[in-house]
């Protein structure tokens, strides 16, 4: 079983940084890619970020050159480090690992972390 819990989101004035964290319970968090999602009212959850075990990365458009994924594979944390915050950053984040295994896909969520970005 494999447990996510997410820290370090809150509000934050427009142009301004957060970092956030997300730690992992359980033995396979080196054998996973681990991504951040969001999900903003009324809108569908969207891929923010992802990083494989090796350190590749993987960004959406909308961040790219803002936000910046790593991981700790010996701490079993990944971060996301956002700067240069917009409003429509707004939304809940997700800490997302996913394993596969063969055939088979293993996914895990977060509870998810608010960010709020507003003057």
């Known amino acids: 079983q494999v447990q996510l819990v997410e820290s370090g989101g809150g509000l934050v004035q427009p142009g301004g940084s957060l970092r956030l964290s997300c730690e992992a319970s359980?033995?396979?968090?080196?054998?996973?890619?681990m991504g951040w999602y969001r999900q903003a009212p009324g809108k569908q959850r969207e891929l923010v970020a992802a990083?494989?075990?090796?350190?590749?990365?993987n960004y959406a458009e909308f961040v790219k050159g803002r936000f910046t994924i790593s991981r700790d594979n010996a701490k079993k944390t990944v971060y996301l480090q956002m700067n240069s915050l917009k409003p429509e950053d707004t939304a809940v984040y997700y800490c997302?690992?996913?394993?596969?295994?063969?055939?088979?896909?293993?996914?895990?969520w977060g509870q998810g972390t608010q960010v709020t970005v507003s003057s």
């Open positions: 990083i494989t075990s090796g350190g590749g990365t």
């Open positions: 997302n690992a996913r394993r596969t295994v063969g055939t088979l896909v293993y996914v895990y």
């Open positions: 359980g033995n396979i968090f080196s054998l996973s890619v």
